[in-house]
Structure formats: C-alpha cells, structure tokens
C-alpha cells in the first residue's frame, strides 16, 4: 500500500506561481508512476500531468508550458511547479500513484489518492 499526503495549496493571485508537494510512505515510491489530479468546483476530477518511475513526463494541454511534475526518488516526494496561474486553476489538487503502464491519464487507473490540498487562484 501507498499513503500519500498533498501540501503547498493556498491563495495566489493571478499570474502567480505555487509549487505542491505530495509525500509518499508505506512503499517502494521509486516502483510508481505518480500522477497529479485536479477537481474544480462543481466539476468532475480531470488529469494534469504525470510523471513515470524514469522521469517520463505526460501533461494535458491546459498546463502544459505552465506547469512542471517532478519526483526526488530519495525523498519519496513528487512536486507539481505550477506558474502562470489563472483563475480556471483553482480547483482541489490531487496526487495519485498507479503501476500500471502507459499515458496514465484516466482516473481508473490509479490506486491510491491523497487526500487533496486546495489552490485558490484569484484577485
């Protein structure tokens, strides 16, 4: 089992940047594809970027040149620098770990969810 744990949420105006961190335990992280996950209010959850065991990055297009996923294998942990924020962003952010092979952009296939941290974008 994986547990996992998102902080570095808040409150950024416009234009502004926000880097979030989510803090594996309980299994060998470096084995995962990590992926980032976003839920805006009154929306369904959608994909935001993923990150493979070798460093392989996937993002969709709304944040892509915007946003940069990372992982420090030593450190369990995987960041999401998210710049160039706009209002559309805010959303609850959620990190997510899968073993399964591919694109990894659908929810279904990821096993194990933190539990969220909020980004609020907005003047």
Sequence with gaps: QVQLV????????????????????????????????????GKEREFVARITWSGGTYYAGSVKGRFTISRDNAKNTMYLQMNSL???????????STMQNGINYRISEYDYWGQGTQVTVSS
């Design 6 to 41: 998102e902080s570095g949420g808040g409150l950024v105006q416009p234009g502004g940047s926000l880097r979030l961190s989510c803090a594996a335990s309980g299994s060998i992280f470096s084995r995962y594809t990590m992926g980032w996950f976003r839920q805006p209010p």
């Design 86 to 96: 706009e209002p559309e962003d805010t959303a609850v952010y959620f990190c997510a």
